[in-house]
C-alpha cells in the first residue's frame, strides 16, 4: 500500500509542476509586438542599402509605431516581464540607433554604389554614423541603470538626454523634408543642400550628442491636461496636425522634427525654472529651522 500511495504522491506532484509551467498566451503579445518592430528596423537597414529610402522610411515608422504600443499592451494586458524590458531594449537600439545611422549612411553618400562621392568622405560619414548608433547605445544602457534610482523631484517632467526615438526622428529630418521637396519638385536647392553629405555628418554628431548628454528634454508622459479648455485645445491641435498627415505626411514630419529640434533649449530653460523653485523650497525649511533655533 505504502508503496501505491507513494506513486500516487509523485503524479500528484508532477500534475502540479506541468501547471506551473503554463505561461498565459496574453504575456506573449507583447514581445511579438516589440519582435515585429526589430524586424521592421532591419527591414530598414536593407531598403537603405538598396536605395529605397522612401520605403525605407516607412519601415522606420512602422518601427516606431510599434515600439510605442508594446509598452501600453503590456501594461493592459498585465503582462510585463523583464525579458520583455530587455527586448525592448535592444529592438530600440536597432531602430533607432543602426537603422538611421545606416540610412543616413547611404542616403549621403548616394546609395550603395557611393557613386561622385570621394571615398575619404565615405569613410568619414561611416565614422559619424557609428558615432552615432553609440551614442543611441550609450543613452539606453544609462536609462536601463537609471530605472533603479529614485530622480529628484523636478525632473520627473524631463528625460535625460534626447530619447531614442526623438534623436532617430531629430537625424532623420534632413532627409524627410528633401524627400518631401523633391517630391513637390520645389525649392531644389535647398532639398540638395539637406543632402549634402556635411550636412548630414553636424546631424549625426549634434543629434548623437545629444542622446549622450545629461541635457533635459520634454517628457510627453509627465504632460497632464488640467481642465476642458486645456482638453479643447489638445484636440485641436491633433486633428489639426492628422489633417496635416494626410495632405502631406512627410513635410509635415519634417516641420514637425525642426519644431522637436526647438523644444530643446526652450527645455533647458524651464528646467533651470523649475530646478530653481526646488531649491528655493528647500532652502526655507532650514531658513525656518535656523531661526527657531535662535
Same mark, same amino acid.
Given at each position: ?12 506532484g508532477?500534475?502540479?509542476? !506541468? ?13 511579438? @509586438? ?12 536593407? #531598403? ?22 508594446? =509598452? ?10 523583464? #525579458? ?12 533607432f ?12 553618400? =548616394?546609395?550603395p554604389?557611393? !557613386? ?7 569613410? %568619414? @560619414?561611416?565614422?559619424?554614423? #557609428? ?17 533603479? !534610482? ?10 535625460? /538626454? ?32 539637406? !543632402? ?8 549625426? #554628431?549634434?543629434? /548623437? ?8 528634454? %520634454?517628457?510627453?508622459?509627465? %504632460?497632464h ?16 496636425i492628422? /489633417?496635416?498627415?494626410?495632405?502631406d ?7 514637425? =522634427? ?17 530646478r ?15 531661526e527657531?533655533?535662535?
Amino acid at each position: 500500500m505504502g508503496r501505491f500511495r507513494l506513486r500516487g504522491r509523485r503524479r500528484r506532484g508532477r500534475g502540479r509542476e !506541468q501547471k506551473g509551467d503554463l505561461v498565459p498566451l496574453r504575456t506573449v503579445v507583447p514581445n511579438l @509586438v516589440t519582435s515585429l518592430a526589430a524586424c521592421a528596423g532591419i527591414t530598414s537597414i536593407s #531598403l537603405s542599402s538598396e536605395g529605397r529610402f522612401v520605403h525605407a522610411l516607412v519601415a522606420l515608422i512602422v518601427a516606431c509605431v510599434c515600439d510605442g504600443m508594446d =509598452g501600453r499592451i503590456a501594461r493592459l494586458l498585465k503582462a510585463s516581464s523583464k #525579458l520583455g524590458a530587455e527586448l525592448d531594449s535592444l529592438a530600440d537600439f536597432v531602430n533607432f540607433g543602426v537603422a538611421p545611422a545606416m540610412f543616413m549612411y547611404f542616403w549621403m553618400t =548616394g546609395g550603395p554604389t557611393h !557613386q561622385g562621392v570621394s571615398p575619404l568622405l565615405v569613410r %568619414i @560619414v561611416l565614422g559619424c554614423a #557609428l558615432y552615432y548608433a553609440m551614442c543611441d547605445c550609450f543613452r539606453l544602457a544609462r536609462f536601463n541603470t537609471m530605472l533603479e !534610482q529614485e530622480p529628484l523631484p523636478y525632473w520627473k517632467h524631463f528625460f535625460t /538626454g534626447v530619447p531614442a526615438p526623438g534623436g532617430c526622428w531629430m537625424v532623420l529630418t534632413p532627409a524627410i523634408l528633401s524627400i518631401a521637396l523633391e517630391a513637390k519638385s520645389k525649392a531644389p536647392a535647398l532639398a540638395h543642400f539637406l !543632402q549634402n553629405p556635411w550636412t548630414g555628418i553636424f546631424m549625426l #554628431l549634434f543629434v /548623437g550628442t545629444l542622446m549622450a548628454s545629461r541635457l533635459p528634454t %520634454i517628457s510627453l508622459k509627465a %504632460i497632464h491636461l488640467h481642465g476642458k479648455s486645456q482638453v479643447r485645445a489638445f484636440m485641436t491641435v491633433a486633428l489639426l496636425i492628422i /489633417g496635416l498627415l494626410v495632405c502631406d505626411m512627410w513635410l509635415t514630419l519634417g516641420v514637425m =522634427g525642426l519644431g522637436y529640434m526647438l523644444t530643446v533649449p526652450l527645455t533647458g530653460v524651464v528646467f533651470l525654472k523649475a530646478r530653481a523653485k526646488y531649491e528655493r523650497s528647500q532652502a526655507k525649511p532650514e531658513t525656518a529651522g535656523q531661526e527657531a533655533d535662535a
